[in-house]
């Protein structure tokens, strides 16, 4: 990764240039500074002792970073950490083990001066994937301590204990506290205390809940707020609250009101209430889901690029989880049963199954694509969906129908949904498809629950639909036809099948079968993403063909009609009347021409005929 957006030329350490002016790569000769990348954060360390001493911690603790040498200290690079960055720049603050600091963010443009008066300054280490920038180098708001200048006898134990509840006020976690302190009596302190003295400083008697009370037991609702927004990981996704939980983020209020009682347990309504307006108004964290690679199970987070498991930690942002673990030796004999019979035992057919159901899995719509499941009754496809409903989890799925998606305060319930299932839905005529398709693309959409503030939503649940009869809707584009794949069911189950099991379905949503199903959607998964489309099926290719027949009252109307070396005016005037006979709704007469001509059926000559010059249809050579 680059640590620079761009560079500008600079006179000293004084830009020369606008950014608008920035430049991708450094200039030839002069001076010039590299303008910080948005993910990057710079910590600036004047004082050498202090600098020295910030590098020895980062070596201790093995921590990658890009380290500059500069006249006065030390600069040092980290990533700004996704979950709770640092948003704005700072002069002369103080870390929590009390080192004096600039810093400077990517967000703000931050300047790294690299060549100063035509002199290059030193690296003395670079790397491209430097750490997230440490809890303890984070700039915080606290009267600072001297610690450089405590000895044996200057109450270090008790001034240490007392610094807990300073960092504790300023809303840092417990776990970051404790490395500081730790950090403070290795590095910093004249004489360490002995590490049995800094385990009883930093028990958990040590982190009281009343420090989040005032004077006469005032409850500091700010002071709580801020450490809880710290602590509980909280955060905005898509810019609204959510909370970790088990590995999850989770945008539940309740969960909210819960922990805090779990902190506090006498906290009243009004003071939760308070608390909860607090954090609304100053939480700035937005972060931004993981990489779709990053699926969630039940014990571990799966990585599909690498194949490798992953302990969830909050700097993973996800809010799906699949209750059921990868097995790559999983099996079941139901399950495979299942799916050649609902396939009537055709590979490819199979195979894309299997693919939608990973599809489902994977976090970013890229291939475009929506599934419409067709047939009667009695083929296996509420069985089916029912093991896919069971695999997901119920939490993980919506259950739109197409003719919804054009209704205000529905689409919001799409948001951190893996799937949408539309079971049995009306087969009944749509007029508008422009948001259907976007929901299809992942493309950004405005939605909103009834009394919230809208927000964005860029769908990632992929769209499957359950029908006897596909709907018609009012789109015949190539770009609307190429999103749909229309999987027929024409599997017939029967209690008369020397077969027939009526305990089929307990069989199937078993554990290991569930396990079974989500080996195969994985498989299916990398096999998308590798070949980057979906497998081919003829059974499918032949559907989405008739359908774009029934769907397009043109191709209708001129299956039946006699078109060739027919008047324009007459035959489009006859095709408005044959939509209105049989309740459909007519295209333009230009449309109708277009669709005429994109089709390679007929397109439009002038040809006399008593004298006068008509426009009619003529057939396209090789139609």
């Not at 029912?386 to 998606?405: G, W």
């Not at 005529?429 to 959409?445: A, C, D, Q």
């Not at 569930?514 to 994985?522: E, H, N, P, T």
């Amino acid at each position: 990764m680059s640590m620079y957006k761009g560079y500008l030329k600079t006179k000293g350490k004084v830009p020369l240039e606008k950014m608008e002016e920035m430049r991708p790569s450094p200039p030839d000769r002069g001076d010039y500074a590299g303008v910080l990348a948005d993910d990057m954060i710079q910590i600036d360390v004047d004082n050498k002792e202090q600098a020295e001493i910030v590098h020895e911690i980062v070596n201790y603790l093995e921590l990658n970073c890009n380290i500059l040498q500069t006249t006065r200290g030390l600069h040092f690079y980290f990533k700004n950490p996704a979950v709770n960055s640092v948003k704005n720049r700072s002069v002369k603050a103080y870390t929590p083990v009390g080192i004096k600091v600039d810093v400077g963010v990517g967000l703000k443009n931050g300047l790294v001066p690299l060549v100063v008066s035509g002199i290059a300054r030193e690296w003395l280490n670079q790397t491209e994937e430097p750490d997230e920038l440490p809890d303890w180098l984070r700039p915080v708001k606290i009267t600072p301590v001297d610690w450089f200048h405590f000895g044996e006898g200057d109450g270090r134990n008790q001034e240490l204990f007392n610094y807990i509840i300073k960092l504790q006020s300023a809303g840092i976690a417990k776990t970051s506290i404790i490395e500081a302190i730790n950090l403070i009596n290795r590095f910093i302190l004249k004489t360490p205390l002995t590490q049995r003295e800094i385990d009883t400083i930093t028990r958990d008697e040590a982190f009281p809940t009343e420090t989040f009370f005032g004077e006469r037991g005032k409850f500091l609702h700010d002071g709580f707020a801020r450490w809880f927004i710290n602590n509980e990981h909280v955060a905005r996704i898509d810019g609204m609250l959510h909370i970790y939980q088990n590995g999850l983020y989770t945008n539940n209020w309740e969960l909210f009101e819960r922990k805090m009682l779990g902190k506090i347990p006498t906290l009243t309504s009004s003071q939760r209430s308070e608390v909860l307006r607090y954090i609304q108004v100053t939480c700035d964290n937005e972060v931004s889901l993981a990489e779709p690679r990053y699926i969630g199970l039940k014990s571990k987070i799966y990585d599909i690029e690498t194949d490798s498991l992953l302990d969830y930690n909050p700097k993973i942002v996800l809010k799906n989880r699949i209750p059921y673990d990868y097995d790559p030796t999983a099996y079941d004999p139901s399950v495979d049963t299942v799916f050649g019979k609902i396939t009537c035992k055709d590979n490819n057919l199979r195979l894309l199954l299997e693919e939608m159901i990973g599809y489902c899995l994977y976090r970013k719509k890229s291939f475009g694509k929506t599934f419409f499941l067709t047939a009667g009754g009695e083929n296996g496809k509420s069985t089916f969906l029912d093991m896919i409903k069971t695999m997901l989890s119920r939490e993980n799925i919506a259950t739109l129908e197409p003719a919804d998606f054009e209704r205000r305060f529905v689409n919001a319930q799409l948001f951190g949904k893996l799937a949408n299932i539309g079971d049995d839905i009306s087969s009944n005529y749509r007029e508008n498809s422009s948001i259907f398709k976007k929901l299809v693309t992942g493309e950004s959409i405005m939605v909103e629950n009834k009394g919230e503030t809208p927000f964005i939503l860029d769908n990632y649940a992929t769209l499957i639909f359950c029908t006897n009869e596909m709907p018609r809707i009012n789109d015949q584009s190539h770009g609307f036809m190429r999103r749909l794949v229309i999987i027929p069911f024409n599997a017939k189950f029967s209690a008369s099948d020397p077969d027939y099991d009526p305990f089929i379905k307990d069989k199937l949503l078993t554990e290991n079968g569930m396990k079974y199903l989500l080996k195969l959607a994985v498989a299916g998964l990398k096999r998308l993403l590798k070949n980057k489309r979906f497998t081919d099926s003829a059974q499918v290719a032949e559907q989405l063909k008739l359908y774009e027949g029934i769907n397009n009252p043109v191709l209708l109307f001129v299956e039946s009609h006699q078109v060739e070396n027919q008047i324009a005016r007459d035959v489009y005037l006859q095709y408005s009347f044959w939509c209105r006979e049989n309740g459909l709704v007519p295209v333009s007469n230009i449309n109708f021409g277009r669709i005429l001509s994109s089709k390679n059926l007929f397109k439009t000559a002038f040809k006399k005929i008593d004298g006068k010059s008509f426009r009619i249809y003529t057939k396209i050579q090789g139609a």
